[in-house]
């Protein structure tokens, strides 16, 4: 069997280093990026100058300022992000067409026997591969190297701490990652990784060295799938052809709570767009929509309608979306978040009913806004009320 080359490129403190690449003052800074903005929001990217001084991943603002006074909070800004996540990937298929983004600061890249076009050897590849972002896109990352995707995962968690680069040779995996905790293996839950330790199981070595028989009766054809790619045998090869979602959900949580029916109305409207906008690319149609509302106490309130007919269009989604918020909405409760789930998605032709005639609605006025936008910048063209 052809053995497979497979890096996994992982940006560093995606967040952060992207607010770093647009104000260089702060390169070296206990930088925090929150969800939202003002004493309500999150932390969910952290500098390691922040880690060091104690700033834990999903802890709220009013928090950090008392406790880390020199921590330097930014409330997240999503589309900038995926801007320069666009242009960081467009980078990596420079090297290769076969990249398979999994994530917005993660891909993976084969390699598979680009050393001979390179005339170099797979490690001076991926230094070039990392180097190459750094000088144009100024964003750092890591890089983990072996021979599946799994081995890859674990090789980009240890290059964050050697450099950024790390290598799992074919001829040394168990040596490399043998006395890992099995539950480091990306993929392995807490139900498997439970049956796991039952079992004996604690180490990828202790895993690996199970029967095949064993492992298909516990865990089916996955954990022989897994036991493979551990062993350096690829079963899930780079995709570059991205499956459609089946589902697409935009929430954010509120610089500030609120109590405010058209404060969260208008919140709304901004995830509607982005739910829709994303749909669109996919030349995809919704046919049912989810409003959620997140309290104060971090309670969960949802509820769902079909759509007559299937539409990616801004305007249909909301007017359903509207009238599920206002049936959901409870003056006496405190939010702080709301978002869009568009459901029951379906590309290219529509599965016509026996009994009725189904018209997907293909929005032409809102495939002209995204142009639009994407020439001139988001929020160009504002809906009229």
């Keep these: 069997m052809r053995q ?20 260089p003052d702060l390169q070296g800074k206990p930088v925090c990026v929150m969800t939202g903005g003002g004493s309500k929001g999150i932390i969910v990217s952290r500098a390691k100058e922040a880690k060091a001084l104690g700033v834990k991943m999903g802890q ?21 992000y995926s801007e320069i996540s666009k242009e960081v990937m467009d980078c990596i298929r420079t090297f290769s067409p076969d990249v398979e983004v999994t994530s917005v600061d993660e891909a993976y890249i084969d390699l598979t026997s680009l050393d001979k076009v390179y005339k170099s050897t797979y490690t001076d590849i991926i230094k070039k ?21 799994t081995l890859a995962k674990l090789a980009s968690d240890k290059a964050k701490s050697n450099n950024g680069i790390f290598v799992i040779r074919p001829d040394k995996i168990l040596d490399v990652v043998g006395e890992m905790p099995i539950e480091d293996v990306c993929g392995i839950g807490r139900k498997n990784s439970e049956h796991m330790k039952y079992n004996g199981i604690f180490t990828i070595k202790d895993f690996v060295e199970k029967d095949n028989g064993w492992i298909r009766k516990a865990f089916g054809i996955n954990g022989l799938n897994l036991k493979s790619e551990l062993t350096g045998t690829a079963t899930s090869l780079v995709n570059s052809e991205p499956s459609a979602p089946q589902s697409i959900q935009d929430t954010r949580s509120f610089e500030d709570f609120t109590q405010n029916l058209d404060y969260l109305e208008h919140e709304l409207n901004g995830h509607i767009h982005n739910a829709c906008q994303k749909l669109r690319r996919w030349n995809g149609f919704c046919g049912c929509v989810e409003v959620i509302l997140k309290t104060k106490d971090f309670k969960y309130y949802a509820t769902e309608a079909k759509l007559e007919n299937p539409t990616n269009g801004d305007q249909e989604v909301r007017m359903t979306a509207v009238r599920l918020l206002k049936s959901l909405y409870r003056p006496n409760l405190i939010y702080r978040a709301t978002g869009i789930n568009l459901k029951d998605l379906s590309y290219g032709e529509i599965q016509q009913s026996l009994f009725e005639e189904i018209k997907p609605h293909d929005d032409k006025l809102s495939h002209l806004v995204d142009e639009l936008e994407a020439k001139y910048g988001r929020g160009i063209i504002k809906a009229g009320m």
């Design 4 to 23: 497979h080359i497979i890096a996994l490129v992982d940006c560093d403190c995606f967040y952060v280093s992207c607010e770093r690449k647009d104000n």
């Design 60 to 80: 709220p603002y009013f928090q950090v300022k008392p406790q880390y006074p020199n921590a330097i909070c930014i409330a997240a800004r999503m589309h900038r």
């Design 129 to 149: 591969i990392r180097q190459t972002i750094w000088d144009k896109v100024g964003i750092p990352v890591s890089i983990g190297l072996s021979c599946s995707k």
